[in-house]
């Protein structure tokens, strides 16, 4: 890959900053990781709270990557393309799960789906159930997902989708083969965000779904519950998601880079 | 936000920091607040309220500011041992409370209140609960995680009550368990929204709540201490003391009491 003309060298209070920004965001892993010996890691992927933790997230979280992503990727769209204040003032509610404290997001969703919540009555029983740790996950990650795909299909030129209209293309067929396409970098990049906030979610999760080992116990709740027992085991735990995180982020990044179509001035290779 | 809400908020942040190894390089922010005039309270979750209204009588008696943090006794532990700024550590929990005293972290711990585990329902009490013995009638049942003080004591109850009511008493409750909270209050919180059926819990956070009715278990008597002692890192231990002379005398008992704590053994 070419060097671009101007490179990113920035001298004095701008480097010093933008390092002491990056030691200070990476310490606080470097020294969960310093924390924990070897031998205690082993022994923390054998703490009985951790393997159906680390099953239980893994699979609740693809559910609500999935649900978020087939729901939010035509959201999205429509965000994207909707124009006037209300469709902004729609847009910006949607992201209010982001600044609302996920507890009290757990509670609002009791307020909805418990026992004498609003659809209390529909013989929906969700709490304590693996649904509402989906429900929870949804609810908190899905923002993520959206403000990224809406940003990304927003960006895509409307001009193109003209064209594929007077060839002769659906609305459905130029969203599915032009604009998806085009925003795929935005989507994967949200999906990142959206899987990695479900992965971490607690507050929500504990309230709504509470915490029960192999049912509703999540990686999060499981780091807690060991927190309440014993640091360095929870330490341990925590280094555990850590790493799988990493990894699946690193994974999504390169997915990113491969998909991203080639910028106008890049077009050489 | 008062300004001592503020106050109080940077204290925390200070202790964040210090708790978490950073406090070398950011610590001057958070303890340049410490002064002589000020008495710093950790006290375990489930004496919020209690010590809430001690802090404001101390304060109020004695002219002096009083920090208040309440968080699980294993967390205030954890900040403890990591040097956070503090005076005064009240435990829910005595192998807490040992763990520091050995370590030389708090000088010497003593009893000052006792709590009483009972039997918790939503109002109406829907699954018509009167007593321990029909606990396994119920649908739903939260408990605490058994790595936190009221999970082990609430064990404790159905330990004794299997005794009493005959074996596979335990397990039929435990068949009914839905979820293990990490604390007193969120196992509560679950009965007051109503969404479980039942809980055990400490009598003290069951007096706070008002959307559910209490059973009491007097047959069983489990009765947890609570443990105080003054940090051997003390920057105010003549005002540490004078606060604990405050729980131990006839007025701290009477606030204790009202908010559903009992006397020393």
């Keep these: 890959m070419s060097e671009p003309v101007l490179r990113s060298r920035l001298g004095g209070p701008g480097l010093v900053l933008g390092l002491g920004l990056l030691v200070f965001l990476l310490l606080p892993i470097a020294a969960l990781g310093l924390a924990s010996s070897p031998g205690e890691l082993w022994a923390a992927l054998h703490h009985p709270l951790v393997l159906p933790a680390l099953g239980l997230t893994a699979w609740?979280?693809?559910?609500?990557?999935?649900?978020?992503?087939?729901?939010?990727?035509?959201?999205?769209?429509?965000?994207?393309?909707?124009?006037?204040?209300?469709?902004?003032?729609?847009?910006?509610?949607?992201?209010?799960?982001?600044?609302?404290?996920?507890?009290?997001?757990?509670?609002?969703?009791?307020?909805?789906?418990?026992?004498?919540?609003?659809?209390?009555?529909?013989?929906?029983?969700?709490?304590?159930?693996?649904?509402?740790?989906?429900?929870a996950q949804v609810v908190v990650a899905a923002p993520f997902y959206l403000r990224s795909a809406t940003a990304g299909l927003r960006a895509v030129d409307p001009e193109l989708l003209l064209v594929a209209r007077t060839l002769g293309a659906s609305p459905r067929r130029a969203f599915l083969r032009v604009a998806v396409p085009l925003g795929l970098p935005a989507l994967v990049n949200g999906a990142a965000l959206c899987w990695a906030r479900a992965v971490g979610e607690f507050g929500a999760t504990l309230l709504f779904a509470g915490s029960f080992p192999g049912r509703t116990q999540t990686m999060p709740l499981a780091i807690y519950a060991a927190l309440e027992a014993d640091l360095r085991v929870a330490t341990a735990i925590a280094l555990v998601l850590a790493v799988v995180a990493f990894t699946t982020l690193l994974l999504a990044r390169g997915a990113q880079r491969w998909l991203a179509p080639p910028a106008p001035g890049e077009g050489g290779h | 936000m008062s300004a001592r809400d503020g106050h109080l908020g940077r204290r925390r942040f200070g202790r964040l920091l210090s708790s978490g190894g950073l406090g070398l390089a950011l610590g001057a922010c958070g303890r340049s607040s410490s002064g002589a005039g000020t008495l710093t309270v950790l006290a375990a979750a489930s004496l919020t309220d209690a010590f809430t209204e001690l802090a404001s009588d101390f304060q109020a008696a004695q002219g002096v500011a009083v920090v208040l943090s309440t968080a699980g006794s294993q967390a205030l532990r954890v900040q403890i041992e990591q040097g956070a700024p503090a005076d005064l550590f009240a435990s829910a929990n005595a192998r807490h409370m040992e763990a520091l005293v050995e370590a030389g972290w708090v000088r010497d711990a003593e009893v000052f209140a006792t709590g009483e585990l009972v039997l918790v329902v939503p109002r109406g009490n829907p699954a018509g609960l009167r007593t321990l013995e029909d606990l396994p009638r119920a649908e739903r049942v939260v408990l605490g995680t058994p790595e936190v003080p009221i999970g082990s004591y609430a064990r404790t109850v159905l330990d004794r009550a299997e005794a009493l009511y005959g074996p596979g008493f335990r397990s039929r409750v435990e068949a009914r368990v839905v979820s293990l909270e990490p604390n007193v209050r969120l196992v509560l919180t679950k009965v007051e929204l109503g969404e479980a059926d039942a809980a055990l819990v400490y009598r003290s956070d069951a007096t706070s709540a008002r959307a559910v009715e209490v059973v009491s278990l007097p047959e069983l008597g489990v009765r947890p201490e609570y443990h105080v002692g003054v940090l051997t890192a003390a920057a105010a231990p003549g005002l540490a003391e004078r606060f604990v002379a405050l729980l131990r005398g006839e007025a701290g008992q009477a606030v204790l009491r009202r908010h559903g704590f009992g006397s020393p053994a």
């Design chain 1, 60 to 135: 609740t979280s693809a559910i609500s990557l999935l649900v978020v992503v087939v729901a939010g990727t035509p959201l999205a769209w429509m965000l994207a393309r909707a124009r006037g204040p209300w469709a902004r003032a729609i847009e910006t509610a949607v992201e209010l799960p982001i600044v609302i404290p996920p507890a009290v997001m757990g509670i609002a969703l009791l307020l909805v789906f418990g026992q004498r919540g609003l659809l209390g009555g529909l013989g929906v029983d969700l709490p304590f159930t693996p649904a509402a740790v989906i429900v």
